[in-house]
């Protein structure tokens, strides 16, 4: 049996079924159905937005979530690609400083064991090597500058004993002072507990300070005034 549903139409009086948007006699829109699917419409575009709403801050977190991940994931590449080369090129550095060193300290030894002091004091002002791994050596090249300065200042206080004596007292008291300074220093650098290797070169250059001061006519008890 045909199900009818009844509706008449307000324009014609034709029956018809409920659910049909227009009257199928006169053509006359059927308003009830019309806000009905109206309604309908309106509900299906606000659930639609209700969804969209809610779907969209997931995706963008989630995306957002990637990107930022993704960038952590760079930002820690590039921080270990940094530190790799840093390391790497502080390790040449070191390595390349270490071998320097070594050819520095091989050379010293060397004009050190020939008796070569003057050489090996060159090559250390040319090369400004002072540090302590060198001291074994700039200990030895200061204390023969200083005894060479002190022969100067009495070379010098005896060319002008005659011409200028007052000048030739104040070279060799000047002299004085500073061999007095330099054997109290010998002494120190002899007797110091760290053992350098250069302890006889030394007392050699001592025992050389002293006939040398001997010779221009200095003592001990005038060391000692």
């Given at each position: 049996?045909?199900?009818?549903?009844?509706?008449i139409?307000?324009?014609?009086?034709g029956?018809?079924?409920a659910n049909?948007?227009r009257?199928?006699?006169c053509?006359?829109e059927?308003?009830?159905?019309?806000e009905?699917?109206?309604e309908?419409l309106?509900?299906?575009?606000?659930?639609?937005?209700?969804?969209?709403?809610?779907?969209v801050?997931?995706k963008?977190?989630k995306?957002?979530t990637?990107?930022?991940?993704?960038?952590?994931?760079?930002?820690?590449?590039?921080?270990?690609v940094?530190i790799?080369?840093?390391?790497?090129?502080?390790?040449?550095?070191?390595n390349?400083?270490?071998?320097?060193e070594?050819?520095h300290?091989?050379?010293?030894e060397?004009y050190?064991r020939?008796g070569?002091y003057d050489?090996m004091?060159?090559?250390?002002?040319?090369?400004?090597?002072?540090?302590?791994?060198?001291?074994?050596?700039?200990?030895?090249?200061g204390?023969?500058s200083?005894?060479?300065?002190?022969?100067?200042?009495?070379?010098d206080?005896?060319?002008?004993?005659e011409?200028?004596?007052?000048?030739?007292?104040?070279?060799r008291?000047e002299a004085v002072?500073?061999?007095?300074?330099?054997v109290?220093?010998?002494?120190?650098?002899?007797?110091?507990t760290a053992?350098?290797?250069?302890?006889?070169?030394l007392?050699?250059?001592?025992?050389?300070g002293?006939?040398m001061?001997?010779?221009?006519?200095?003592t001990m008890?005038?060391?000692?005034?």
């Open positions: 049996m045909e199900r009818f549903v009844k509706m139409c307000k324009n014609c009086n029956a018809y079924e049909a948007i009257c199928p006699f053509g006359s059927n308003e009830a159905e019309a009905k699917r109206k309908q309106l509900q299906h575009y606000d659930d639609e937005a209700k969804r969209i709403a809610a779907e801050p997931k963008a977190v995306k957002g990637k990107l930022l991940l993704y960038g952590i994931g760079i930002g820690l590449g590039a921080a270990v940094i790799a080369v840093s390391l790497f090129i502080h390790w040449v550095n070191v390349a400083g270490y071998r320097a070594q050819k300290l091989s050379k010293l060397e050190f020939a070569q050489k004091s060159e090559y250390q002002k040319k090369h400004r090597i002072y540090g302590i791994t060198y001291e074994k050596y700039y200990e030895v090249s204390v023969i200083k005894w060479e300065r002190v022969e100067e200042q009495l070379s206080s005896e060319r002008f004993r011409s200028n004596p007052e000048l030739a007292k104040t070279c008291s002072e500073n061999a007095a300074n330099l109290r220093q010998c002494n120190e650098l002899i007797g110091d053992f350098r290797g250069n302890e006889e070169v007392r050699k250059l001592l025992t050389d002293m006939q001061l001997e010779s221009y006519g200095i008890e005038e060391l000692k005034e």
